[in-house]
């Protein structure tokens, strides 16, 4: 397993326990080998009521934007 990938890891540590998994990625990563669409497929499978959040976190994205445009996040 990719060390890069822990939170996935941890996600479904945490599905196993009963709480709510909310990812939050946008595959902004540079070229093939930075793709993790094939990770968000695999917790969608694994986690029953797994959600994901198309979220620019990084330096270009705006937090603030972002969460009005994903208000179910609350």
């Given at each position: 397993?990719?060390s890069?990938?822990?939170?996935?890891?941890v996600?479904?540590?945490?599905?196993?326990?009963?709480?709510?998994?909310?990812?939050?990625?946008?595959?902004?990563?540079?070229?093939?080998?930075?793709d993790?669409r094939?990770?968000?497929?695999?917790?969608?499978?694994?986690?029953?009521?797994?959600?994901?959040?198309?979220?620019?976190t990084?330096?270009?994205?705006?937090?603030?934007?972002?969460?009005?445009?994903?208000?179910?996040?609350?």
């Amino acid at each position: 397993m990719d060390s890069r990938l822990i939170g996935s890891e941890v996600a479904l540590f945490l599905a196993r326990q009963g709480c709510a998994i909310h990812g939050v990625d946008n595959n902004q990563r540079a070229g093939p080998q930075g793709d993790t669409r094939w990770n968000q497929e695999r917790l969608t499978k694994a986690i029953a009521g797994y959600t994901h959040h198309e979220l620019d976190t990084g330096a270009s994205g705006s937090p603030r934007r972002n969460h009005a445009d994903n208000q179910n996040l609350r």
